[in-house]
């Protein structure tokens, strides 16, 4: 209740100076500020109706151009001055209906420039050059095709088409080009070469070696940081920033378990950019169409030509069919297991029951289950055994043995 007060407190002192601030000098709410934006609504206003006596006009005379071509009626048999008269009503009419929307038409499209200039100043600055030139594209394909649309002896057709195809062709060659972005290879790295020493070096090892995209389970999982401590991982590890979101949302959860599991990921994460000697970034992107984790993190390292660090087997299997490298730390530490070939003598302690009868099981020190036939008997004792078989499963691996 305090922390409310406190944050309550905070809030109306923030407002209270907000308005102060606005209210001295050329704040909004200063006198000639609101002069001043009257009279620019005014002008405004007054454009917008003269665009309106513009399309008026315009469309009467594509209307007449149709009906000339259909054989019909047309203005040209009036006389000039009905024909002017006809001409200055249309446009008045349209003039004052421009007018009348003005207050609407100003509110939206002032909304729309704050939503475009919010998203542009969020958006990464690759992904906004993507999107530059794939705009500049699409409006020359415009261009292209509207001076095609101009052999169309209809004029009104003619415009028609311009106006839904410039913005169509703008939308998609923007769209396209943020989403075809990672296919530029636009140059990295480069502007980052100014530190000297261990950073620089860094730096150098980063350039060259593919970036890793770092999953929530292997961070939750902790044993990236004593790879990574051997220095057999190369290039930069990436934390995405809807991954840093995610395990915030773990360590915050009501689940002692969960809880316990999401804080040791951010200690992990803490451990990883102060103890290690290797280049760590926070990746801000993010993609709002987007709403599953997995699907964000195989977006991020296609778009980065990254490697996707997980222990998840689904998002393995789904990496590889979208041609995403994966590092699995589960298949690297089977990997590095001691080989054991059947015929091979070992000394191991017998802990528990096997499922069969008779059947004893132990343990390696990796964690490798050990089914000893015949080893009940001597439980929580130590004996020798013989390999009789080696079975590798996807969960990990299991040898049979025998007593010897």
């Not at 009348?100 to 969020?122: C, G, H, Q, V, Y």
């Not at 998002?315 to 690297?332: C, D, P, S, Y």
């Not at 439980?379 to 025998?402: D, W």
């Amino acid at each position: 209740m305090p922390l409310l007060c406190r944050a309550a407190g905070e809030g109306s002192k923030t407002n209270t100076g907000t308005l102060k601030r606005m209210d001295d000098g050329g704040g909004l709410l200063n006198p000639d500020n609101k002069k001043r934006q009257e009279a620019g609504r005014v002008v405004a206003s007054a454009l917008i109706a003269l665009v309106g006596c513009a399309v008026g006009v315009g469309l009467l005379m594509g209307i007449d151009n149709l009906l000339k071509l259909l054989g019909i009626v047309n203005l040209g048999m009036l006389v000039p001055i009905a024909r002017m008269a006809i001409f200055s009503f249309v446009a008045v009419a349209f003039g004052f209906l421009f007018y009348f929307l003005s207050p609407a038409i100003i509110n939206l499209f002032t909304k729309a420039i704050r939503s475009a200039e919010t998203a542009l100043s969020d958006m990464p600055f690759m992904d906004l050059l993507g999107g530059t030139i794939g705009l500049i594209l699409g409006l020359v394909i415009a261009l292209l095709l509207s001076s095609l649309y101009a052999t169309i002896p209809i004029p009104v057709v003619n415009v028609v088409l311009s106006v839904i195809t410039y913005p169509t062709l703008a939308y998609l060659g923007w769209t396209i080009g943020r989403k075809r972005r990672p296919e530029f290879r636009f140059p990295e790295g480069a502007s980052r070469r100014e530190k000297k020493g261990d950073k620089g070096q860094k730096a150098d090892k980063a350039s060259v070696a593919k970036p890793k995209v770092l999953d929530t389970s292997v961070i939750i999982d902790g044993r990236i940081f004593d790879i990574c401590k051997t220095g057999i991982v190369e290039g930069t590890l990436v934390i995405p920033s809807f991954v840093l979101q995610e395990l915030r949302h773990v360590a915050d959860s009501a689940d002692s378990l969960k809880r316990n599991r999401g804080r040791r990921g951010l200690d992990i994460l803490n451990k990883i950019q102060k103890e290690l000697d290797v280049p760590v970034k926070v990746e801000e992107r993010d993609y709002e169409d987007v709403a599953e984790v997995d699907a964000k993190l195989l977006r991020l390292a296609a778009e980065l030509n990254g490697v996707v660090v997980t222990n998840d087997y689904n998002l393995n299997k789904v990496a590889a069919v979208q041609g995403v490298q994966v590092l699995n730390i589960n298949e690297l530490a089977n990997a590095v297991k001691p080989v054991v070939l059947p015929g091979e003598e070992m000394v191991v302690t017998i802990l528990k029951d096997g499922k069969e009868a008779g059947q004893g099981v132990a343990y390696l020190d990796d964690g490798t289950m050990i089914v000893v036939d015949g080893g009940r008997r001597y439980m929580n004792e130590t004996v020798e055994v013989i390999v009789t078989s080696v079975l590798q499963t996807a969960a990990g691996r299991m040898i049979f043995a025998r007593l010897k």
